[in-house]
């Protein structure tokens, strides 16, 4: 089983390019999630999905947009990006009964 | 306000020298709480999940105790290959899924 996998793994952008960030999981958890992560900033909730069909925004959604494509996959748009999106993004599962997070290696994105 | 704070933010040992190091939190109720260890370039990688006061987890060389404020990641005799930042995250009780997540100790084992 390769649990979370995240494409691609590097990317680099230039203000005001597009790109989506693509999660795939294997776990059969009902909930997915994006986070970002920034140096002393720690993890930080972009969007989650408890079920296919549904998304909520996290602690920082602006400038992004979330789709869960069906219960395995659930991708990161950013349509227009900016240096402050600069990071590394990190997707994960949660497991209903455990409580349980797990994630996938991440995308380290460079906005220029 | 819901809240986890991990100490100290950096951690230097030498091979063989145990230490502990600490998760406190504040929240409205807990439903459970997590360990997790990250690599320089990776994803975290889950370790423990406590869910009530008095509870412990054992892992080869580390073991995690919970009480109602805090929890301790205690580290027995450490080796090189346990150098990596270790994460606490908390789930407060409630309906939604939303873990709130320390900063982190950043483990440096010297041989």
């Known amino acids: 089983n390769a649990g979370v996998t995240q494409t691609p793994k590097f990317q680099v952008l230039k203000t005001g390019q597009s790109m989506t960030l693509q999660c795939a999981q294997d776990m059969n958890h009902n909930s997915m999630y994006w986070y970002r992560q920034d140096p002393g900033m720690g993890l930080r909730l972009i969007y989650y999905?408890?079920?296919?069909?549904?998304?909520d925004k996290g602690e920082v959604p602006n400038g992004y947009n979330v789709s869960r494509l069906n219960k395995r996959e659930f991708s990161l748009r950013l349509e227009s990006a900016a240096p402050s999106q600069t990071s590394v993004y990190f997707c994960?599962?949660?497991?209903?009964?455990?409580?349980?997070?797990?994630f996938g290696p991440g995308t380290r994105l460079t906005v220029t | 306000e819901d809240q986890v704070t991990q100490s100290p933010e950096a951690l230097r040992l030498q091979e063989g020298e145990s230490s502990s190091l600490n998760c406190s939190y504040t929240?409205?109720?807990?439903?459970?709480l997590f360990w997790y260890r990250q690599d320089p370039g990776k994803g975290p990688e889950f370790l423990f999940t406590?869910?009530?006061?008095?509870e412990e987890k054992e892992k080869e060389r580390l073991k995690a105790t919970l009480t109602k404020k805090e929890s301790f990641l205690h580290i027995t005799a450490p080796k090189p290959e346990d150098s990596a930042t270790y994460l606490c995250?908390?789930?407060?009780?409630?309906?939604?899924?939303?873990?709130?997540w320390g900063l982190g100790t950043s483990l440096a084992v010297n041989p």
């Open positions: 994960a599962t949660y497991c209903d009964e455990t409580y349980e997070q797990y």
């Open positions: 929240v409205s109720g807990l439903r459970g």
């Open positions: 406590l869910y009530s006061a008095g």
């Open positions: 999905s408890a079920s296919e069909g549904t998304t």
């Open positions: 995250a908390v789930l407060p009780a409630g309906n939604n899924r939303k873990l709130i």
